[in-house]
């Protein structure tokens, strides 16, 4: 039997809500279910990485909790090791950086896009900076952007129907919205080809510095110092969207690692075996969290059968909330920090001061993220987002 396809299809099918125990919850662990698990804490580490973690929006290693579940072995499970407003650099590079070209997206098959291909409607270097508007923590403000943003998308898990008619005529392609709420997949560095499910190491784009970081620092952190970040998938998903049970295989070297990292909407992962006739353990996901497949279950049957709609009164989670963002940057620049995006003490980063708070002083790259987080917000208030990070050549 297809057990693997019998859970997913049950758990595709729910109201997304779960009896005690259907899903691990690793944020929520009963004492009385503890014992399946392996717990354990980071060694505490050297200055200097944390101040790298710092600066990627991480907790020092010490701080993160890492699960293991004794029937994936090789799998870990580590609940948002980010810093609270540290998620939100990594969301805006999914939505505005990685999709621009020379990166590939699915969209490609279907429409020519101009200029550097920016499906973001906006343009972040022409927003006004926080010495020009006033931020507001009003959450009235909040819903009146996602009032304003494009109906949410039906379910477009077959993008070739939806952009089968989209001329390849640049000036007849629909408007940015449009395209962004058919954006599927993105691929970094090597990239994928689905229909041969090979890498063709001829095609290729310069893998992202910023992620290339991040996920070394995850994993050398995770005891995997030698992993090599070569190609990426970024996932986009709405709240009607699945990931089918599939094993990842077309790497050269299997004993490395896969790291994925989830933003947005919470969702449940299915983790099996290596057939479909192992009986899948439901895992929920939360904006943050971030899994590891190592050593057997690194070729386990996976997928995705669900994004759970948001708690009514919160669409998005609270540590991707626009207060949020705002008391990290405080913090972040009055400790002297430099953030990924943050241009605070070189010539082209003009430093203004917020006009909210004449003790803070952010510099315009900093302060146009805070100021177009609503915009964010609206987009996640519907969507989940998963990097997922894999090592594609033997070293």
Same mark, same amino acid.
């Given at each position: 039997d297809d057990l693997f396809k019998e859970e997913f299809k049950r758990f595709r099918n729910s109201r997304?809500?779960?009896?005690?125990?259907?899903?691990? $919850?690793?944020?929520?662990?009963?004492?009385?279910?503890? /014992?399946?698990?392996?717990?354990?804490?980071?060694p505490t580490p050297p200055l200097s990485a944390c101040k790298t973690a710092q600066r990627l929006g991480l907790l020092p290693a010490d701080k993160w909790i890492v699960f293991s579940l004794a029937t994936a072995p090789g799998l870990y499970v580590i609940p948002n090791p980010f810093r609270a407003g540290g998620q939100h650099h990594w969301v805006k590079q999914c939505l505005v950086t990685y999709p621009c070209k020379p990166n590939v997206c699915n969209l490609d098959a279907h429409v020519v896009r101009a200029g550097d291909g920016r499906l973001w409607p906006r343009d972040l270097n022409n927003l006004p900076s926080a010495a020009e508007v006033l931020v507001s923590r009003d959450p009235k403000d909040m819903s009146?952007?996602? @009032?304003? &943003?494009?109906?949410?998308? @039906? $379910? &477009?898990?077959?993008? *070739? @129907? $939806?952009?089968?008619?989209?001329? @390849?005529?640049v000036s007849k392609m629909p408007n940015h919205s449009d395209l962004l709420h058919k954006l599927h997949w993105v691929t970094l560095g090597y990239h994928y080809d689905w229909t041969a499910k090979v890498y063709h190491k001829e095609h290729r784009s310069p893998f992202p510095e910023d992620m290339a970081e991040l996920s070394t620092f995850i994993l050398g952190a995770a005891g995997f110092p030698n992993f090599v970040p070569e190609a990426a998938i970024v996932n986009y998903y709405n =709240?009607? /969207?699945?990931?089918?049970?599939?094993?990842?295989? *077309?790497?050269? $070297?299997?004993?490395?690692?896969? =790291?994925?990292?989830?933003?947005?909407?919470?969702a449940v992962f299915l983790i099996g075996g290596g057939t479909k006739q192992v009986r899948p353990k439901a895992i929920l996901l939360r904006s943050g969290d971030v899994v590891i497949m190592s050593g057997a279950s690194? =070729?386990?049957?996976?997928? &995705?059968?669900k994004i759970l709609p948001p708690h009514k009164g919160m669409e998005t989670p609270h540590c991707l909330s626009q207060d949020t963002l705002q008391t990290y940057l405080e913090g972040a620049h009055s400790e002297g920090a430099r953030l990924p995006w943050c241009l605070c003490g070189k010539a082209?980063?003009?430093?203004?001061?917020?006009?909210?708070?004449?003790?803070? &002083?952010?510099? =315009? *790259?900093?302060?146009r993220l805070l100021n177009s987080w609503p915009e964010f917000a609206a987009y996640l208030s519907y969507s989940r987002i998963n990097v997922n990070i894999r090592q594609v050549v033997s070293h």
């Open positions: 997304g809500e779960f009896a005690a125990g259907e899903v691990i $919850d690793f944020e929520n662990v009963e004492p009385s279910g503890a /014992s399946q698990f392996g717990v354990s804490n980071m009146e952007v996602s @009032k304003n &943003v494009s109906e949410v998308p @039906k $379910d &477009v898990s077959d993008v *070739s @129907k $939806d952009a089968s008619e989209v001329s @390849k005529d =709240l009607g /969207s699945t990931l089918s049970g599939h094993t990842d295989h *077309s790497e050269e $070297d299997l004993s490395c690692p896969l =790291l994925s990292i989830s933003f947005g909407q919470s690194r =070729l386990a049957y996976h997928g &995705v059968p082209q980063g003009t430093v203004v001061a917020d006009s909210e708070s004449a003790n803070t &002083v952010q510099c =315009l *790259s900093c302060s």
